[in-house]
T-cell receptor
Framework: SQKIEQNSEALNIQEGKTATLTCNYT??????LQWYRQDPGRGPVFLLL?????KEKRKERLKVTFDTTLKQSLFHITASQPADSATYLC???????????FGAGTRLAVHP | ETGVTQSPTHLIKTRGQQVTLRCSSQ?????VSWYQQALGQGPQFIFQ???????GRGNFPPRFSGLQFPNYSSELNVNALELDDSALYLC???FGTGNTGELFFGEGSRLTVL
């Protein structure tokens, strides 16, 4: 069956360091992959989309990589700040419409 | 530009009751998707509506049903509520139905079933 895995344990890092979050998937051939940020009690907010023919995408302090051979995406936040503390969700496309399959998310805590 | 709005924000029901959740899509968006998010889990796709028709459904029983109106707003109805239906229900809007990009989520409706 289709499966998406994100680090279930919280990631604790020091302010200014680079945070790296992992998303692994099996039994998928997604056309694209997305990353969302979710704060407690709020809806997810879109951050980045990367397509299957792209290796890397950047937006300000964010960088996403997509390795379709390893079936893995890495999400990096450089020069992290306490305001970056949130849960980050990985989502894959599935089907011919905007149906997304989400991972359970990884909670990031950036400490001053 | 108005974002996605959902109502109510919180509600409490008892087992066996029925609930209706409402969603207004972002201006210019014609597609609405509903997701269920249990505590500590990622959102799970319930169904999508496009041009007032259901356009794809996840692994949810028929007691989960929906509507989309001509102004693209949408409702999610759940009958015969069960304890496991307790979750955050998220509405997301987009334009079109293809694999074209991001979803815009509302803040969700938190349902508690006692």
């Amino acid at each position: 069956s289709q499966k998406i895995e994100q680090n279930s344990e919280a990631l604790n890092i020091q302010e200014g360091k680079t945070a790296t979050l992992t998303c692994n998937y099996t039994n998928y051939s997604p056309a694209y992959l997305q990353w969302y940020r979710q704060d407690p009690g709020r809806g997810p907010v879109f951050l980045l989309l990367i397509r299957e023919n792209e290796k890397e995408k950047r937006k300000e302090r964010l960088k996403v990589t997509f390795d379709t051979t390893l079936k893995q995406s890495l999400f990096h936040i450089t020069a992290s700040q306490p305001a970056d503390s949130a849960t980050y969700l990985c989502a894959l496309s599935s089907g011919g419409y905007n149906k997304l399959i989400f991972g359970a998310g990884t909670r990031l805590a950036v400490h001053p | 530009e108005t974002g996605v709005t959902q109502s109510p924000t919180h509600l409490i029901k008892t087992r066996g009751q029925q609930v209706t959740l409402r969603c207004s899509s972002q201006s210019g968006h014609n597609t609405v998707s509903w997701y269920q998010q249990a505590l500590g889990q990622g959102p799970q796709f319930i169904f999508q509506y496009y041009r007032e028709e259901e356009n794809g459904r996840g692994n949810f029983p028929p007691r989960f049903s929906g509507l989309q109106f001509p102004n693209y707003s949408s409702e999610l109805n759940v009958n015969a509520l069960e304890l496991d239906d307790s979750a955050l229900y998220l509405c997301a809007s987009s334009f079109g139905t293809g694999n074209t990009g991001e979803l815009f989520f509302g803040e969700g409706s938190r349902l508690t079933v006692l």
